[in-house]
């Protein structure tokens, strides 16, 4: 009981602070937030392989304004949690990435995008260990999310050498 409190302290307390600015100017389409979110999401990880890290980072910032919109309206969704975790990350807040990471994963410990994009954020703050065991996690799904942890684990360890 004390872990739900908890949570929705958390959420309720970072979604009104970030609320006024989660406002979208073009909801006219009738899609939902998060699909908006997704969509900037897709196109902002495009400009990241192109290197044009200035237009993704608009990108992620627009979905995160989103996200924290989807997450107000229905609270405690997994994918939802999970893409607020990766833009946060993104944009260079590893801390409240993984808390929102940590949340989706109390909602569903199997889900396979947090497991990857937690284990990402192990990589990145250099604790190897608790990467791996989020790769353990995702090593029976037969996934994509398992080969892409994967590859940057095993590159990481072969950039050290």
Not at 81 to 90: D, E
Not at 128 to 131: D, F, S, V
């Given at each position: 009981m004390k872990k739900i409190i908890y949570i929705l302290?958390?959420?309720v307390a970072f979604t009104n602070n970030s609320f006024a600015a989660a406002t979208d100017s073009n909801s006219s389409d009738g899609s939902s937030s998060y699909t908006k979110a997704y969509?900037?999401?897709?196109?902002?990880?495009?400009?990241e392989k192109k290197g044009k890290?200035?237009?993704?980072?608009?990108?992620?910032?627009?979905?995160?304004?989103?996200?924290?919109k989807s997450n107000k309206e229905k609270p405690l969704q997994a994918d939802t949690?999970?893409?607020?975790?990766?833009?946060?990350?993104?944009l260079g807040d590893y801390e409240?990435?993984?808390k929102f990471y940590l949340l989706g994963l109390e909602i569903d410990p199997n889900h396979k995008g947090?497991?990857?994009y937690l284990g990402e954020l192990y990589v990145v703050t250099n604790r190897?260990?608790?990467?791996n065991e989020r790769l353990e996690i995702l090593k029976n799904c037969n996934c994509e999310e398992y080969d892409e942890l994967k590859?940057?684990?095993e590159g990481t360890k072969k950039s050290k050498y």
């Open positions: 302290i958390f959420i969509n900037l999401i897709k196109q902002a990880k495009k400009y890290t200035e237009k993704a980072q608009k990108r992620y910032e627009k979905a995160q304004k989103l996200l924290l949690l999970n893409y607020l975790g990766f833009t946060t990350r993104k409240k990435g993984e947090i497991n990857e190897m260990n608790l990467a590859e940057i684990i």
